[in-house]
């Protein structure tokens, strides 16, 4: 079966309300895009990511209310049929500062907040905000609001997929897998790190993207520390090199890590890559319902193991992460977090797996990443770009 977006539209906000119910909050206020489009199904384009210049309000009484940049709430009301008409508004408060509090637009919005909260009954409650301004916090503050933190509610509605959504998400995944190809035949000595980057972004947008958020592209001596970013580096014969793809389709994202050697492979590096691949496959094998997240976290190394001195200095090497319309979802596992705060795996779950090893020789390093679905039977993988064994690119 196909996507139904009225039934992912339904199944949202249905979590939404639920989240809600049990909060102790009376309405939330987003101004994190995925938010928005989570509560309401409408989106802009990606330069509002993390403008704040669009917020929506959904209260424990009514339906979701979109104030929006300009003109986008009347194109929304033509063709989002899921807003009541008279709930898609245009708003403009500080542009994040560049628009200063004495023009008087974060105390307008802050009062048409109240007004609205009073109208459906939940003025006496809390409201919940997800990310703000501190002028607007302010302004409701003064206009008599309560506010608490919102993202927790929003964070605890969107951990669970419906089959919609995995759908999306599986498709994300697919067109990854056919970038890696590309990359897997353009990955020859003499290509520039930013040349792959381009590649991969060119190939994404021709599949339908709607957004390439990042690229990671390291090689060579840039793969120990993982910098996180990519440059106008030249790959050379016998590199390793590792990917990043960071992007939506339809909203839902990827984080799809494949790593490679150019042309030959060194014992360093193939034993880097077993050692990598040995700790996903103990991470993966754990997953299943009502498994803990703290068991998840003990089959990854320690800190020490991969050459750190604190697991806070390693955090984000050998972890996992939930994926949705954020990058960074429920859950996260990691022995940063995970053994503070456990909490019980639920089949629903969608997140990704990562793992990194250094290789001794100084410079080369593994790094590997499988999207997992959380089904009743254990973990189903969906990106299939094969990685089981380190992969040789145009082998010599």
């Not at 498994?291 to 003990?298: G, S």
């Not at 090497?317 to 319309?325: Q, S, W, Y």
Request: a negative charge; aromatic letters at 10%; one cysteine or more.
């Amino acid at each position: 079966e196909r996507v139904d977006f009225r039934r992912l539209h339904a199944y949202r906000l249905g979590r939404a309300r639920q989240a809600l119910a049990v909060s102790g909050l009376g309405a939330v206020l987003a101004f994190d895009q995925y938010n928005i489009r989570y509560l309401s199904g409408t989106v802009i384009g990606e330069w509002a990511r993390d403008k704040l210049t669009r917020w929506c309000l959904l209260t424990g009484t009514g339906e979701p209310w979109v104030w929006d940049f300009g003109s986008a709430a009347r194109h929304h009301r033509l063709y989002a049929p899921q807003i009541p008409a008279r709930q898609s508004l245009a708003g403009m408060v500080g542009m994040r500062g560049a628009v200063s509090p004495r023009a008087g637009l974060f105390k307008t919005a802050a009062l048409e907040i109240r007004d609205i909260l009073k109208a459906e009954g939940v003025d006496g409650m809390p409201l919940g905000i997800d990310v703000v301004e501190p002028p607007f916090l302010f302004a409701l503050q003064e206009a008599g609001v309560e506010v608490r933190d919102g993202q927790q509610v929003m964070l605890e509605a969107r951990m669970l997929k419906s089959q919609d959504e995995l759908t999306l998400l599986n498709m994300a995944a697919a067109m990854v897998d056919g970038v890696y190809q590309d990359i897997f035949e353009a990955l020859k000595p003499g290509a520039r790190e930013n040349e792959i980057v381009a590649l991969a972004n060119k190939r994404l947008y021709e599949m339908g993207s709607d957004n390439v958020e990042a690229i990671n592209a390291i090689s060579g001596e840039r793969c120990n520390p993982h910098p996180h970013n990519f440059t106008d580096r030249i790959i050379r014969p016998g590199d390793q090199a590792f990917f990043d793809i960071i992007m939506s389709f339809i909203g839902y994202r990827t984080c799809y890590y494949r790593t490679f050697s150019v042309g030959k492979a060194t014992k360093p590096q193939v034993a880097a890559y077993k050692k990598a691949r040995e700790w996903m496959d103990g991470a993966i094998e754990l997953i299943k319902p009502g498994v803990t997240t703290d068991r998840i976290a003990r089959a990854f190394p320690k800190a020490q193991d991969i050459g750190f001195d604190s697991e806070m200095a390693a955090f984000g090497l050998n972890f996992c992460h939930g994926i949705g319309l954020g990058l960074h979802e429920r859950p996260i596992i990691s022995r940063l977090n995970s053994f503070d705060d456990p909490m019980e795996l639920q089949a629903g779950m969608m997140f990704a797996v990562e793992t990194y090893c250094p290789a001794t020789d100084g410079v080369s390093a593994a790094r590997i990443e499988e999207e997992v679905i959380v089904t009743p039977a254990g973990a189903t993988i969906i990106t299939l770009f094969p990685a089981d064994e380190l992969p040789i690119a145009n082998r010599y």
